[in-house]
């Protein structure tokens, strides 16, 4: 017997049988869906920087807010590239960080759901989930803010805006998270300037889309996999390797996907959705092994969500499809991750580990 959900398909392919035609006579970078951020360079390549620029936002000796930053940079041991295109990214608000007084004054269980003192690492973190999850950690109470992102102007507006926001040391440095020297030199970087990280996550992402398996270029898989699955593994061993060497405990959230459990239907994906399948055994996998570090590491898989990248006229006839198969009958908010992003950097989740929680208003239930 036809379920609703296999009704509700069918609707959804009827409706969207004209499309095919019409979404293959574009050119293939115009076809990539959501959150893309995959427009500059098609071939494969590593990038590799020389120097890694550096972006400090802190408070002065009196502690006034952006009165001092400080641009630098720092020369990777050993080797670069452009960076996705600037979307426009809603106004700041402002942050209110979690003072002393107040945590004091928190009920327990609320103080554990914080993350007070923690030195947070957060890739992808210039736009979109992954700067939405950086606003939600200097809320709750980091000691200071770290964005790892390929996007230079990006990249450095957005740390000077959350530093402004919440008057929290915010440091930005322009790393792709396919160079993992550059990413060694980073992190051995911000070890220097607060510490060991406490906790990493990883946002920094692509998709490609609308492409189909027989006739996508082999160059463009393979980048999109060095991006999102090696870029997890290099981003987590890099941050993982400083944990253990400062004997510290620490938590690793990698920003997965539905599209690592499900097929998405109707857009054809396939390389993007075994990346996120590898990110999510991946994720499990370094779980299990970097338990006796007492290091968690979990996976946040979103459904569709809201974020730039989505708002093109283009994807509209393929947002209805989107949505009418999601119970929620919405896409995700660009801060919907926030909540969770911060319960699993926090110590509340602290039996948490090798989980992959979805955050998809109900896609995967069906
Ligand atoms: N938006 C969605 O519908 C959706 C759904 C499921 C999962 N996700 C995942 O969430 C994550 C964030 O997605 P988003 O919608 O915020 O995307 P976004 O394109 O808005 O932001 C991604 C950020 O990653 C950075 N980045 C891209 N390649 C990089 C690289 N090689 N090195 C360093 N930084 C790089 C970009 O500069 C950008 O700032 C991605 O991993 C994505 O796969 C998104």
Not at 50 to 74: C, F, L, M, Q, R
Not at 113 to 139: F, P, Q
Not at 155 to 170: C, T, Y
Request: with cysteine; charged share 20%; net charge neutral.
């Amino acid at each position: 017997m036809a379920t609703a959900r296999s009704a509700l398909r069918m609707t959804s392919r009827m409706a969207a049988m004209p499309r095919p035609a019409a979404s293959r006579a574009l050119p293939a970078f115009a076809q990539r869906a959501f959150l893309s951020g995959s427009t500059a360079p098609r071939k494969s390549e590593v990038i590799k920087e020389t120097e890694i620029p550096v972006s400090v936002y802190t408070p002065d000796a009196k502690g006034v807010n952006h009165a001092t930053s400080d641009h630098t940079s720092i020369p990777v041991r050993r080797n670069p590239q452009g960076p996705p295109p600037a979307v426009e990214e809603e106004p700041m608000k402002t942050i209110t960080p979690l003072t002393n007084e107040v945590y004091s004054k928190m009920p327990s269980t609320m103080q554990k759901m914080s993350v007070k003192d923690k030195v947070i690492i957060i890739t992808g973190g210039a736009r979109g989930l992954g700067n939405y999850m950086a606003r939600a950690c200097a809320e709750a109470g980091a000691k200071a803010i770290v964005i790892f992102d390929a996007n230079q102007e990006l990249g450095d507006q957005s740390a000077a805006e959350l530093h402004e926001a919440s008057g929290l040391p915010v440091v930005f440095y322009k790393v792709d998270v396919r160079d993992g020297s550059a990413i060694n030199t980073a992190v051995e970087n911000v070890v220097e300037k607060f510490g060991a990280p406490d906790v990493l996550v990883n946002s920094a992402g692509i998709a490609d889309s609308n492409i189909p398996a027989e006739t996508y270029d082999p160059a463009m898989f393979r980048r999109l996999i060095d991006i999102n699955l090696t870029g997890s593994f290099l981003m987590a061993q890099a941050v993982g390797r400083s944990m253990i060497a400062a004997g510290k405990p620490g938590s690793i959230i990698l920003v997965a996907s539905m599209s690592g459990s499900i097929v998405n239907y109707p857009q054809e994906q396939s390389c993007y959705n075994a990346s996120k399948a590898g990110v999510i055994q991946f994720g499990k996998s370094l779980a299990a092994e970097w338990a006796k570090y007492n290091i968690r590491v979990n996976c946040i898989s979103p459904g569709y969500m809201d974020t730039a990248l989505n708002k093109v006229p283009a994807l509209d006839a393929q947002k209805k499809i989107w949505k009418s198969l999601t119970p929620q009958n919405r896409l995700g908010a660009v801060d919907d991750l926030n909540g969770l992003c911060v319960f699993l950097a926090s110590d509340a989740s602290g039996f948490m580990t090798g989980s992959n929680v979805a955050i998809d208003g109900g896609y995967t239930l069906y």
